[in-house]
């Protein structure tokens, strides 16, 4: 853990990134039937594809933020 809580965050958000795009990988080998029991538990009812989409755009619009915030 870095003593910077912003940069500590976008670490865990980076991991996170990692892992569902593991999530994704291992969804694309399911099942029809398997890939929609995963959709329905799924609190938003969406596929992993779009959780990794959302990690990433989440991770780099703060990236990008945090960045210029830095250069001023």
Do not use: C
């Amino acid at each position: 853990m870095t003593m910077d809580p912003m940069e500590d965050f976008l670490y865990h958000l980076k991991k996170y990134m990692e892992y569902t795009t593991e999530m994704r990988s291992s969804y694309e080998h399911l099942t029809t039937e398997q890939k929609e029991k995963v959709i329905q538990a799924s609190p938003a009812g969406k596929d992993p594809e779009v959780l990794s989409k959302h990690a990433y755009a989440w991770h780099d619009k703060l990236f990008t933020q945090n960045e210029m915030d830095k250069k001023r």
